[in-house]
């Protein structure tokens, strides 16, 4: 079928609307028309530093309704109502104990440019065009196995939900799912972008005592502390460390950094008490850590999370719940933008004009 994407032709390029070819769903894959699609950093570090092959159809933060099922699948049927997460194989050793976010395929099948058999389902003129995902969702229709889709509530704007499948689940997640901190304790998010503020929320909801937001937009500290944040701290006007320990009296048990920015991974190393973890989720590069005296000394944790280490089938309807009773409301930090104004959303998201935005795709 034909459809209508926005593709990436080349490292660093705006996003053309283009005609392209679409297949048909082959066993156990779905498709869906999408509705509307969230715009996520990880998008912009693909088109930027061609971390998947290019040409490609971009987009891992869909939303739509089922259009067709392929054969075998039993779990969805034309009408649902949908939200694509990432790919996972299902049957390694990870997937089948309930971390597909570390799959061991999860590189191949998310960046791979492939769908879940190794082949394409977009063309352009009889040339392949990459899925980014399992899903592309930068399109009015996308087609991804049925292990990364998700059925959501009808009563619930569908076009808000899709970053649900990415960004959102992983800072929510990383509190909820991996570091789970105690009720009554100390948490430090380090970036209030969507995913840091999604980890505040997130704090809020399991009773944390003190959230401190850490970032260098006094108008997104502003927003923190609407959505749960007990004290906010601008880096660029204070010295973080000193401020948090004074603040909790010897430095939080628990930390998320977003930002992947060595200085403030450092940071958020420091300002933890003895024993304190941290979850490290914003890509950060090549850096240096003093292991003795920023972990091993007062036996800290570091750790890596990955799509807030979720299980998207279980924790996608449970942020979906939290949202309909009011304790979630991930819908202050959205704006919609229409599909054709993809490349304003994608400038303003980079200039933090934009927390998080959504293309509204279909009219």
């Known amino acids: 079928m034909k459809i209508k994407a926005a593709v990436t032709h080349g490292q660093g390029q705006d996003f053309r609307f283009e005609e392209v070819e679409l297949a048909a769903p082959k066993a156990n894959e779905v498709l869906v028309k999408i509705v509307a699609t969230g715009v996520c950093h990880t998008d912009a570090v693909a088109r930027d530093e061609a971390i998947a092959p290019l040409p490609a159809v971009l987009g891992h933060e869909g939303s739509g309704i089922v259009e067709e099922v392929g054969e075998g699948v039993t779990r969805f049927a034309k009408g649902d109502h949908v939200v694509l997460s990432f790919a996972h194989c299902g049957h390694c050793d990870n997937c089948l104990t309930g971390h597909p976010t570390v799959c061991e395929t999860f590189n191949d099948l998310n960046f791979g440019g492939t769908n879940d058999d190794y082949t394409h389902r977009l063309s352009k003129d009889g040339h392949s065009l990459s899925t980014f995902f399992g899903q592309s969702s930068f399109g009015t229709f996308a087609i991804a196995h049925e292990r990364n889709i998700v059925k959501v509530d ?5 076009a808000l939900l899709g970053p649900l499948g990415c960004g959102i689940q992983t800072g929510a997640g990383t509190v909820l799912n991996r570091i789970k901190p105690e009720f009554g304790s100390t948490i430090a998010i ?31 500290l502003e927003l923190a502390k609407e959505l749960g944040a007990t004290h906010t701290f601008n880096g660029s006007k204070v010295d973080v460390v000193k401020e948090i320990k004074e603040l909790t009296n010897g430095g939080t048990k628990y930390a998320v950094d977003t930002t992947g920015v060595p200085p403030v991974v450092r940071q958020c190393l420091q300002a933890l008490r003895p024993l304190g973890v941290a979850a490290i989720v914003g890509v950060t590069p090549e850096m240096n850590i003093d292991v003795h005296n920023d972990l091993m000394a007062e036996g800290k944790t570091m750790m890596g999370v990955i799509e807030g280490d979720s299980v998207p089938n279980v924790f996608i309807p449970e942020l979906v719940d939290y949202y309909k009773a009011g304790q979630f409301p991930f819908d202050k930090l959205v ?3 229409d599909f054709e104004d993809i490349n304003e959303a994608f400038e303003d998201s980079k200039n933090g004009v934009t927390i998080k935005p959504i293309l509204k795709i279909a009219k």
């Open 154 to 158: 009808k009563d619930v704007d569908l």
């Open 190 to 220: 380090y970036g209030a972008g969507a995913v840091g503020l999604s980890a505040i929320m997130a704090a809020k909801i399991v009773g944390c005592k003190t959230i401190i937001a850490i970032d260098v937009h006094d108008s997104r």
């Open 335 to 337: 704006k919609f933008y």
